[in-house]
């Protein structure tokens, strides 16, 4: 019998590319193992493809933000007025959406570019094909011109994502688009419908209404599930306040196109069918896990039925050599840095005999809604539900960012808490911020939770001045208290 490692043609073999795979993939072979990476996207229902990376890159975060970016300098143009700038004719400042679309997919296109070329360097082997198992320790890959790539290896690692879910309703699928496609549009929006509430529909609203497109947004039930309420609330205000329109408690029920655009019926919460006629209907009703297609059963890995996502224990499936990392993992955070991070510890588990886990708690996140949310930590319902409400201290405050006063930016919306223990040196478990640049504001936050802050050490530290950071440093009305938590002077 030769040696386990010579039985197989790769030590690692990874189906998916994108955030986690990728992460884990590079990690390995940098310690030396032999590694495969299959990556394929399967065209979206309108056809929409791209490259390398998988969701983050490609439709996701990246292309996210530069159009988020691309509504705040609109914003900005108007602000730079009234700090003096001399703007001719600020009345036809206007989005060119071809330009930006191209701008957008230019800087994707270049990291796809980036990603094969470190691949390459990196000596891991990066096979363009629809990968599954052919059996416990057999990968297959259709390719695009329908044939077959067959490998074997040691270690599998399933970080095949998700896509965005289309509604069983008629003509969805034919009429309608998701954050798969909206990127990439060729042709403006338009009057835009975006059907879902949670972080993908609100950041689309925000950035396609801070372009100068009429959007609404169709809210199911609630806005931002599994956030904060009191925060959640208090962005949908913000954007209604922006022009964002917003249509409670309604589900579609139809999309059908006509001659002067898609005709949208929707039920109402009165059970009355409404309608309206919009240029581009979006889905936002959240993501399907892509176990499907890799045959699992051929493997023995077992799936959680309800979401089709795999329950792994520290990234290992029930079969011990095959892992997860990312989207695919049942119960755990979808984002970039929480996929990239446990892919990489696994493979130094794997290859570098380290004993490190990936910790799920206390993962900071943002919602680039035109004015961000961030947060890290427990939410004030969970602290509630967790610790009840007699051992939890909630510190919370308006405040005015400074470069609001010269533009009279409204700053109602600003607004930030701090959630405590009563007890135990009143512990910091959870930190909400809204206001510009919040991801910026939390993410050195994070760090200090993950260092068992304390209120008082939140209070010992110094700010930097004028900052909206600072602010989180200021904070010292309690809810308890019921003192008004509307923003004191400027310095004091
Ligand atoms: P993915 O990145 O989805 O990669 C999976 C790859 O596997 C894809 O390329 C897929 O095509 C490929 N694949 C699937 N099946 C197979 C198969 N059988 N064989 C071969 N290849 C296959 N996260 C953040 O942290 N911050 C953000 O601001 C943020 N914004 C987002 C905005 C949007 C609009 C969306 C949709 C997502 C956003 N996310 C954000 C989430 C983030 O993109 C994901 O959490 C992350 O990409 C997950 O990485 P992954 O490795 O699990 O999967």
Redesign the pocket.
């Known amino acids: 019998m030769p040696p386990i490692e010579e039985q197989y043609m790769y030590d690692l073999v990874v189906?998916?590319?994108?955030?986690?795979?990728l992460a884990a993939a590079k990690q390995a072979a940098e310690l030396g193992a032999r590694v495969a990476v299959?990556?394929?996207?399967t065209p979206s229902p309108k056809g929409t493809k791209w490259g390398l990376g998988?969701?983050?890159v490609n439709?996701?975060?990246i292309p996210?933000?530069l159009m988020h970016q691309a509504a705040l300098l609109g914003e900005a143009v108007h602000e730079a007025a009234a700090f003096g700038w001399v703007i001719p004719d600020i009345k036809s400042v206007q989005i060119n959406w071809e330009a930006l679309s191209v701008a957008v997919q230019n800087h994707i296109k270049s990291v796809n570019w980036v990603t094969r070329v470190d691949l390459k360097n990196k000596k891991v082997e990066y096979i363009n094909?629809?990968?599954?198992f052919k059996d416990p320790h057999t990968i297959g890959g259709i390719m695009k011109n329908g044939e077959e790539n067959v490998v074997t290896a040691k270690n599998i690692l399933i970080?095949?994502?998700?896509r965005p879910k289309y509604p069983d309703i008629p003509g969805a699928i034919e009429n309608g688009i998701t954050?798969d496609d909206i990127f990439s549009l060729s042709q403006p929006p338009g009057k835009t419908l975006i059907v879902g509430a949670g972080y993908?529909g609100l950041?689309c609203a925000g950035f396609l209404n801070g372009l100068g497109y009429n959007t609404t947004v169709m809210v199911r039930s609630i806005i931002l599930r599994g956030f904060d309420q009191q925060m959640a609330n208090i962005i949908a205000e913000e954007m209604e306040q922006r022009g964002v329109h917003f249509i409670y408690q309604a589900k579609p029920k139809l999309i059908k196109k006509e001659a002067d655009g898609i005709l949208v019926h929707w039920v109402d919460k009165l059970g009355q069918v409404q309608k309206d006629v919009y240029d581009t209907v979006l889905f936002a009703i959240g993501?399907r896990a892509?176990t499907k297609?890799?045959k699992l059963e051929n493997a023995g890995v077992i799936c959680i039925p309800d979401d089709d996502k795999i329950d792994a224990v520290d990234e290992q499936t029930n079969v011990p050599h095959i892992y997860a990392?990312?989207?695919?993992l049942h119960k755990k955070p979808?984002?970039?840095?929480v996929?990239i991070h446990a892919g990489k510890l696994l493979s130094k588990r794997l290859f570098a005999n380290s004993s490190e886990t990936m910790d799920y708690t206390n993962i900071a996140?943002t919602v680039?809604s035109p004015l961000e949310y961030g947060c890290v930590g427990l939410s004030e319902e969970q602290a509630n539900i967790i610790y009840g409400e007699d051992n939890i201290e909630i510190y919370h405050a308006y405040y005015k960012p400074t470069e609001f006063f010269i533009p009279q930016k409204d700053n109602s919306h600003c607004y930030l808490k701090v959630v405590t223990l009563r007890n135990n040196d009143q512990k910091v478990i959870g930190m909400h911020f809204i206001g510009p640049n919040a991801g910026e504001v939390i993410q050195g936050f994070a760090t200090a939770i993950k260092s068992n802050l304390t209120f008082p050490i939140l209070k010992s530290t110094v700010g930097i001045h004028p900052t909206s950071a600072e602010e989180l440093i200021r904070v010292f009305i309690t809810k308890r208290s019921k003192m008004d938590p509307k923003p004191q002077s400027c310095c004091s």
């Open positions: 189906l998916g590319g994108g955030s986690g795979g299959f990556d394929y996207v998988g969701t983050c439709v996701g975060c996210k933000k094909a629809l990968g599954y970080a095949v994502g998700g954050s993908i950041e993501r892509l297609d890799l990392v990312g989207d695919i979808e984002l970039t840095p996929a996140t680039f």
